[in-house]
């Protein structure tokens, strides 16, 4: 079974500068997605971002970008200029690539909880 | 287009009580999901289904139960509330494959 683990309860920054949310996983399948979901005080999860296993290249979406590194299994999140609409608590997802039935679930991590300081 | 809702919103259920979470998408998605978030952990999945009449177990299916008559609905089932149940429930949906999950506004559940 698939792990996912952020090691980091709560992270803060000033607002403008950047910041870093690390993520681990666990799998033994080569072709998975990852992403990063945001849940700001009104819990709603948001789509932040997402990676495919397959793809070298690190996704980027604005002033979110993620450093995948796939030997070593972890996929962090950086925040560029950080604004005060970004605190929220952030989660990492693994869902498999394989398309049988029961491998559409995401498994989530436990988490991290951002504050932005002005 | 109004995504997934949920209803309700807020739910109090003494020990012992059922209730039936409500959760419907117009979206047309074939895939839907029902997730629990206990305080300071990540979503875990308790039941998904893959198409109408088509659900299966997810990591804590023990207390629940679904059904999927249509593909607008999934419903999840409470029987015998107990306060270990106490959470925010989540639904969501997608087409399946690589695409996002699509989440609703949660319930938040407390069990006393």
């Known amino acids: 079974a698939q792990t996912v683990t952020q090691s980091q309860p709560e992270m803060s920054v000033q607002e403008a500068e950047t910041v870093t949310l690390s993520c681990t996983y666990d799998?033994?399948?080569?072709?998975?997605?990852l992403f990063w979901y945001k849940q700001p005080p009104s819990r709603q999860m948001i789509l932040v971002i997402r990676?495919?296993?397959?793809?070298?290249q690190n996704a980027t979406e604005n002033r979110f970008s993620v450093n995948f590194q796939k030997a070593a299994k972890s996929f962090s999140l950086k925040i560029s200029d950080s604004q005060l609409g970004d605190a929220a608590m952030y989660f990492c997802?693994?869902?498999?690539?394989?398309?049988?039935?029961?491998?559409?679930?995401?498994?989530f991590g436990t988490g991290t909880r951002l504050t932005i300081i002005p | 287009n109004a995504g997934v809702t949920q209803t309700p919103k807020f739910r109090i259920l003494k020990i012992g009580q059922s209730m039936t979470l409500q959760c419907t998408q117009d979206?047309?998605?074939?895939?839907m999901y029902w997730y629990r978030q206990d305080p300071g952990m990540g979503l875990k999945l308790i039941y998904y289904?893959?198409?109408?009449?088509?659900?299966d177990k997810g990591e804590v299916p023990n207390g629940y139960n679904v059904s999927r008559s249509t593909t607008e609905d999934f419903p999840l089932r409470l029987e015998l509330a107990a306060p270990s149940q106490t959470s925010v429930y989540f639904c969501?949906?997608?087409?399946?494959?690589?695409?996002?999950?699509?989440f609703g506004p949660g319930t938040r559940l407390t069990v006393t």
């Open positions: 997802a693994y869902r498999s690539a394989t398309s049988n039935f029961g491998n559409e679930k995401l498994t």
């Open positions: 979206m047309n998605h074939n895939y």
């Open positions: 289904s893959v198409g109408a009449g088509i659900t």
């Open positions: 799998t033994s399948e080569s072709d998975y997605y």
């Open positions: 990676q495919e296993a397959y793809k070298q």
């Open positions: 969501a949906s997608n087409t399946g494959g690589l695409y996002e999950q699509y």
